[in-house]
């Protein structure tokens, strides 16, 4: 039996390395001084509604900004980073003909803090947030930069159209389509698929057409076009590369210029450079606008690539008409997470405001829009299902404007992504949408309909 000195002397030694063992689990255990954070990316987009800046990178950055004026600057200072090569070619970015931005200057200005500085083009309204992984993008640490004094969206579409600055009315009987033009217009197409129902509306427009008295005013006729995504959202792509945001701009631009050709109807358009509009602010510019008719560009996009044809939708109020058309909207409705909304500045109620207010009249002259519009599409390409669907998009909530999105061919398929790159077709494809447009408004005059102020 050991002695009590011996005893001692084991407790002793077992506090010893438990005292020792305990320090080796604290080593272990708490964490060293983290590691400056890395830029991984850095992308610029001007646009004239505002400049983003984005600086993507690993964790989630604290930044604090401030303006200096005469002149005029933005100064940001972002905690835990250090300059690297990547943040340096920020400054090589800034593009001459950006709207506001002069020019950017990079430093480090003290240990872990590196400070921006943006000369200004003109005073700004600078929001400054950062958004959670999404998508592809990792952390993302925003600067959007907004004018001061807002632009008046109908000068903007008056000043880039070529029509008089009187948007109001246009004398004449050249500006309205005489009674057999309307009719012509009616006629049915026999390359276009779902055709059936035209004949009857041909009958009908037949016996209502009446001679029109001579110099008849007609008022202009306004129509929003909305090439999905853009900017930090690129939409779908295909197997070559392609992008949907590139496509669907593309596709707008050649629909505005063979829109505008026609009497009395101007164009603008939600984007018309490569930059993020939020889902919400673009149905606010159509209503800015008080457009008369509201038409989202897509691609589709679907895990098989097998998957092909157009297709067009329209707002439910009760769900959507099929699983396929819930995804889509899905899909489409995430716009905002990917490209990008500070969601301080965000009106979350937004959507369920502008559907509440949603009437059954705007949704069936939607619907009468999607049926003219499907039928010339049909002419050209195969239909993804011969009828107009109906889902929640986000983007066709205006309560007072007949509002279509337009799955133009799925991009995921290589055959249709190939047709969608090819110019012929694009244009083949927006001398549809003309036609649907011309044969809506041939059957459904804007005079006569009462708009929500």
Same mark, same amino acid.
């Given at each position: 039996?050991?002695?009590?000195?011996?005893?001692?002397?084991?407790?002793?030694?077992?506090?010893?390395?438990?005292?020792?063992?305990?320090?080796?689990?604290?080593?272990?255990?708490?964490?060293?001084?983290?590691?400056?954070?890395?830029?991984?990316?850095?992308?610029?987009?001007?646009?004239?509604?505002?400049?983003?800046?984005?600086?993507?990178?690993?964790?989630?950055?604290?930044?604090?900004?401030?303006?200096?004026? &005469?002149?005029?600057?933005?100064?940001?200072?972002?905690?835990?980073?250090?300059?690297?090569?990547?943040?340096?070619?920020?400054?090589?970015?800034?593009?001459?003909?950006?709207?506001?931005?002069?020019?950017?200057? @990079?430093?480090?200005?003290?240990?872990?803090? @590196?400070?921006?500085?943006?000369?200004?083009?003109?005073?700004?309204?600078?929001?400054?947030?950062?958004?959670?992984?999404?998508?592809?993008?990792? #952390?993302?640490?925003?600067?959007?930069?907004?004018?001061?004094?807002?632009?008046?969206?109908?000068?903007?579409?008056?000043?880039?159209?070529?029509?008089?600055?009187? &948007?109001?009315? !246009?004398?004449?009987?050249? !500006? !309205?389509? +005489?009674? $057999?033009?309307?009719?012509?217009?009616?006629?049915?197409?026999?390359?276009?698929?779902?055709?059936?129902?035209?004949? +009857?509306?041909?009958?009908?427009?037949?016996?209502?057409?009446?001679?029109?008295?001579?110099?008849?005013?007609?008022?202009?006729? +306004?129509?929003?076009?909305?090439?999905?995504?853009?900017?930090?959202?690129?939409?779908?792509?295909?197997?070559?590369?392609?992008?949907?945001?590139?496509?669907?701009?593309?596709?707008?631009?050649?629909?505005?210029?063979?829109?505008?050709?026609?009497?009395?109807?101007? *164009?603008?358009?939600?984007?018309?450079?490569?930059?993020? @509009?939020?889902?919400?602010?673009?149905?606010?510019?159509?209503?800015?606008?008080?457009?008369?008719?509201?038409?989202?560009?897509?691609?589709?996009?679907?895990?098989?690539?097998?998957?092909?044809?157009?297709?067009?939708?329209?707002?439910?109020?009760?769900?959507?008409?099929?699983?396929?058309?819930?995804?889509?909207?899905?899909?489409?409705?995430?716009?905002?997470?990917?490209?990008?909304?500070? *969601?301080?500045? #965000?009106?979350?109620?937004?959507?369920?405001?502008?559907?509440?207010?949603?009437?059954?009249?705007?949704?069936?002259?939607?619907?009468?829009?999607?049926?003219? *519009?499907?039928?010339?599409?049909?002419?050209?390409?195969?239909? #993804? $299902?011969?009828?107009?669907?109906?889902?929640?998009?986000?983007?066709?909530?205006?309560?007072?404007?007949?509002?279509?999105?337009?799955?133009?061919?799925?991009?995921?398929?290589?055959?249709?992504?190939?047709?969608?790159?090819?110019? !012929?077709?694009?244009?083949?494809?927006?001398?549809?949408?003309?036609?649907?447009?011309?044969?809506?408004?041939?059957?459904?005059?804007?005079?006569?309909?009462?708009?929500?102020?």
């Amino acid at each position: 039996m050991p002695s009590t000195p011996q005893i001692r002397s084991q407790h002793v030694s077992r506090r010893t390395v438990l005292k020792a063992g305990a320090t080796l689990l604290l080593a272990v255990t708490v964490p060293q001084r983290a590691n400056a954070a890395q830029i991984l990316a850095v992308r610029v987009w001007p646009a004239d509604d505002y400049t983003r800046v984005t600086l993507e990178n690993d964790t989630d950055l604290k930044a604090t900004h401030f303006i200096v004026k &005469d002149p005029e600057r933005l100064v940001v200072d972002i905690e835990g980073l250090d300059l690297n090569p990547t943040l340096k070619s920020l400054v090589a970015k800034i593009q001459s003909n950006d709207p506001y931005i002069k020019q950017v200057r @990079v430093g480090q200005n003290r240990p872990n803090v @590196v400070r921006l500085v943006f000369d200004l083009k003109e005073e700004v309204t600078p929001q400054v947030f950062t958004l959670p992984p999404a998508g592809n993008y990792k #952390h993302r640490l925003i600067f959007d930069l907004y004018p001061v004094k807002e632009v008046d969206p109908i000068a903007a579409m008056i000043e880039k159209g070529d029509w008089s600055a009187d &948007d109001k009315v !246009a004398a004449g009987p050249a !500006a !309205a389509p +005489t009674p $057999k033009e309307q009719l012509e217009q009616l006629k049915p197409d026999t390359r276009a698929e779902p055709r059936e129902e035209l004949k +009857t509306e041909l009958k009908t427009a037949e016996a209502q057409v009446k001679p029109e008295k001579p110099g008849k005013m007609v008022r202009m006729l +306004t129509i929003a076009l909305d090439p999905g995504h853009g900017g930090e959202d690129p939409g779908a792509s295909g197997k070559n590369g392609s992008r949907e945001k590139d496509i669907v701009l593309s596709i707008a631009k050649r629909l505005k210029s063979k829109l505008e050709e026609q009497p009395n109807i101007r *164009v603008m358009l939600t984007r018309d450079a490569d930059y993020f @509009v939020p889902l919400g602010t673009r149905v606010d510019k159509a209503r800015k606008v008080q457009a008369d008719l509201f038409v989202s560009i897509h691609a589709d996009a679907f895990v098989q690539p097998t998957a092909r044809g157009s297709s067009v939708f329209v707002l439910s109020e009760k769900g959507a008409t099929s699983s396929a058309a819930r995804w889509l909207a899905d899909k489409e409705n995430a716009a905002d997470v990917i490209g990008g909304v500070n *969601v301080k500045n #965000h009106d979350k109620q937004l959507a369920s405001v502008l559907f509440d207010l949603s009437t059954t009249a705007q949704i069936n002259d939607s619907m009468k829009l999607g049926r003219a *519009v499907l039928g010339e599409i049909g002419g050209i390409n195969r239909l #993804h $299902k011969g009828s107009v669907e109906q889902a929640g998009f986000a983007v066709l909530k205006a309560p007072d404007i007949p509002s279509i999105l337009i799955e133009t061919a799925f991009i995921s398929n290589p055959e249709e992504e190939a047709k969608l790159l090819d110019e !012929a077709y694009q244009n083949k494809l927006a001398d549809a949408i003309v036609t649907g447009i011309r044969r809506y408004f041939a059957k459904n005059p804007p005079l006569s309909k009462n708009r929500l102020t």
